[in-house]
């Protein structure tokens, strides 16, 4: 599934309360219309996620979470052969949406929320990403401190991925998620940016999430709608020090940028 060459996630967030597109594709013709359409400006993936991970967000049912987001998938799945993601750290979500035709499951508690995930995930085959958080979206951004935070997220992750193997899911099939904005500041953020080629040590795919988050807004003073310039950025030196997929909203300008960033490296 995944090759020397970036992959692009396109997000499609099927809430009415995420941090840029909230409710924007709330219906699932307009998110269904939107997963084909990301899937036709370039996308490799579509990560498709029923409840917001935004600070300060509140959780929602499973049965909420599954009427939100089983529809979108099988919608975009009888049209799209495209890799679909499902953003849940629910077992019971993660079941239906890969019975519904999802190959991968991206979880933001690196399987930890749910016992049963583990076991669901290596069920049916699926990919995983173990992204680290520190605290819950409702608390991480009161006060993230670390001492270290590259060797501390990199000693999380390490461990969660030796977690995973032990309950069966092939290493093959583990991403890593250092976790921009997830319990981190500004500063966290740019050190993880800046030195993301320390995770190659764990010798996974890297997944980074930059995509119009709040440190870019903090370092323009812009809001959501205007950090464009500001995630290509982010994006181009993540690649530039060993990203392998990009979860984005804006698909059709990541990859322009991609494939410029890839021409110069390796020309």
Not at 39 to 47: H, K, L, S
């Amino acid at each position: 599934m995944f090759s020397k060459s970036i992959q692009i996630m396109g997000i499609l967030n099927v809430t009415p309360d995420s941090f840029y597109d909230g409710g924007k594709y709330y219906k699932k013709e307009l998110a269904v219309r939107q997963g084909l359409r990301l899937a036709n400006e370039g996308a490799d993936i579509i990560d498709i996620g029923g409840e917001s991970s935004r600070p300060g967000a509140k959780p929602i049912s499973i049965k909420e979470e599954i009427r939100r987001v089983i529809p979108v998938i099988e919608g975009i799945r009888k049209k799209s052969e495209t890799t679909i993601s499902i953003d849940t750290y629910k077992s019971k979500v993660a079941e239906e949406a890969m019975r519904s035709g999802a190959n991968i499951v991206n979880d933001i508690s690196a399987l930890r929320a749910d016992k049963k995930m583990a076991e669901t995930v290596q069920k049916y085959n699926a990919s995983i990403v173990l992204m680290h958080m520190q605290g819950t979206p409702q608390n991480m951004q009161k006060n993230p401190s670390y001492k270290d935070v590259i060797a501390e997220i990199c000693n999380f992750l390490r461990g969660r991925i030796n977690f995973a193997e032990e309950q069966g899911i092939k290493a093959k099939k583990i991403i890593i998620d250092p976790g921009i904005g997830f319990g981190k500041t500004v500063e966290h953020n740019l050190l993880i940016i800046k030195h993301l080629k320390k995770f190659k040590l764990l010798k996974k795919p890297i997944l980074i999430g930059v995509s119009c988050k709040s440190f870019i807004g903090k370092i323009l003073n812009l809001p959501e709608e205007e950090r464009l310039e500001g995630t290509l950025a982010a994006i181009c030196i993540s690649v530039m020090n060993g990203a392998n997929i990009l979860r984005v909203h804006n698909v059709k300008e990541t990859k322009r940028a991609v494939e410029v960033v890839e021409a110069i490296l390796y020309h």
